[in-house]
């Protein structure tokens, strides 16, 4: 029974049951009409659980989804294994969770390029990245912080795309894709890495000046 469930209580069966009207309403106000149907309760009952509407019910189905990611990647020995794996594997388990709402995926995607809606699709793309790279065990707290998560949305947005219109068999043309993205920024990483390296044993420019001015240094 849900006709006596506070709106907290309702927020979870709302998502559930509007998830199954996304396909063909969207994100919108209709689709949480109908799961309110579908619930037996008022529509304005849905409108407290979810005051900032449709919008709302999208968030919260995406931090549902970073919640069961998280959980799945902690049941993985992803520290035996190495970087690159752990990433890629970390993505393919994003993507194979969302393959039943695949087209409510789909309908989330568009509603986050409209540029009024672009802050908050962002917000949840780096929200997962930062999942991720939790899991992958990433503790840096400088600027790589940053760096890593941009660079994995990076992927990870290019991937989504692709994988929302792959028909290939169990996905097999998107986890081709994933690795061909994920072999470009192991590249870049690792020239990245060379040239901190050739920079920190190039001569001091600054050092070589002083010397001219003061020899003895």
Request: overall charge negative; proline content about 4%; charged content about 25%.
């Amino acid at each position: 029974m849900t006709d006596d469930k506070t709106p907290l209580e309702l927020r979870a069966p709302l998502l559930d049951a509007m998830l199954e009207h996304v396909p063909f309403d969207g994100w919108s106000t209709t689709a949480l009409k109908h799961a309110a149907d579908d619930l037996g309760v008022s529509t304005a009952m849905a409108e407290l659980a979810y005051p900032g509407g449709a919008m709302e019910v999208l968030a919260a189905h995406l931090e549902r989804a970073d919640e069961d990611l998280r959980i799945a990647l902690e049941a993985l020995d992803l520290p035996a294994m190495r970087i690159r794996d752990r990433i890629t594997i970390a993505v393919r388990t994003r993507f194979e969770q969302a393959a039943k709402h695949r087209e409510a995926v789909r309908r989330g995607v568009s509603l986050h390029a409209l540029p009024q809606n672009m802050a908050a699709g962002m917000k949840a793309g780096w929200r997962t990245a930062d999942v991720i790279w939790r899991a992958c065990g990433d503790t840096s707290t400088d600027h790589n912080w940053y760096t890593k998560r941009a660079s994995l949305l990076a992927v990870y947005s290019s991937t989504l795309l692709y994988w929302l219109n792959d028909e290939s068999d169990d996905f097999a043309d998107t986890w081709a894709f994933l690795d061909r993205r994920i072999e470009n920024v192991m590249s870049f990483e690792k020239a990245k890495f060379k040239m901190r390296e050739a920079c920190a044993n190039a001569p001091s420019l600054s050092r070589f000046l002083g010397r001219l001015r003061y020899p003895g240094t």
